[in-house]
T-cell receptor, first 109, second 115 residues
């Protein structure tokens, strides 16, 4: 099955700093989502981005499906950005998302 | 408001008991999913259902059972056969596409603890 690797596993930033989170996957995918898991455990949808680039406020994401990776950019980080960021991918004809192990982000005031 | 509601938020189970976790959605989604998350880990798929009265095993279905009698509801039963049930359980739903997945949305989760 498809393997998903996220890096870095842990990241500590000062408030206001920028960061890039990476998601590599081992096979071609038709679907890719980025989620933020808040301290209460809820998964918040950030981007549904099988390919291309999207932006939403301070966050943006790029997926290069042909090279099997996706990037999540966080600019001007805030303490509320803390939590775990997950990448999830799905291949053609499948009905399940495969999750990476996440990047734990802590933003310090 | 449209969304996915999981209940209860916290659940305690004694050894040997079956417990049922509720998941209801009013998004008119055809597909529903149950995932398990262990501390410090990603999510793993337990069961999924693409349409009413049909469901398939995911990667870790042993010790779990589901039903899909209504489009809005997809309850998960954790049976006594599940050897290590303490975990965080997340329900999700999405529209159904012929060629696979679409964007998935998650409920707030149920934390199950065996006491």
């Amino acid at each position: 099955g498809i393997q998903v690797e996220q890096s870095p596993p842990d990241l500590i930033l000062q408030e206001g700093a920028n960061s890039t989170l990476r998601c590599n996957f081992s096979d071609s995918v038709n679907n890719l989502q980025w989620f933020h898991q808040n301290p209460w455990g809820q998964l918040i949808n950030l981007f549904y981005i099988p390919s291309g680039t999207k932006q939403n406020g301070r966050l943006s994401a790029t997926t290069v499906a042909t090279e099997r990776y996706s990037l999540l950019y966080i600019s001007s980080s805030q303490t509320t950005d803390s939590g775990v960021y997950f990448c999830a991918v799905g291949g053609s004809g499948t009905y399940k998302y495969i999750f990476g192990t996440g990047t734990r982000l802590k933003v310090l005031a | 408001d449209g969304g996915i509601t999981q209940s209860p938020k916290y659940l305690f189970r004694k050894e040997g008991q079956n417990v049922t976790l509720s998941c209801e959605q009013n998004l008119n989604h055809d597909a529903m999913y149950w995932y398990r998350q262990d501390p410090g880990q990603g999510l793993r798929l337990i069961y999924y259902s693409q349409i009413v009265n049909d469901f398939q095993k995911g990667d870790i279905a042993e010790g779990y059972s589901v039903s899909r009698e209504k489009k809005e509801s997809f309850p998960l039963t954790v049976t006594s056969a599940q050897k290590n049930p303490t975990a965080f359980y997340l329900c999700a739903s999405s529209t159904r596409q012929n060629l696979g997945l679409s964007e998935a949305f998650f409920g707030q989760g149920t934390r199950l603890t065996v006491v």
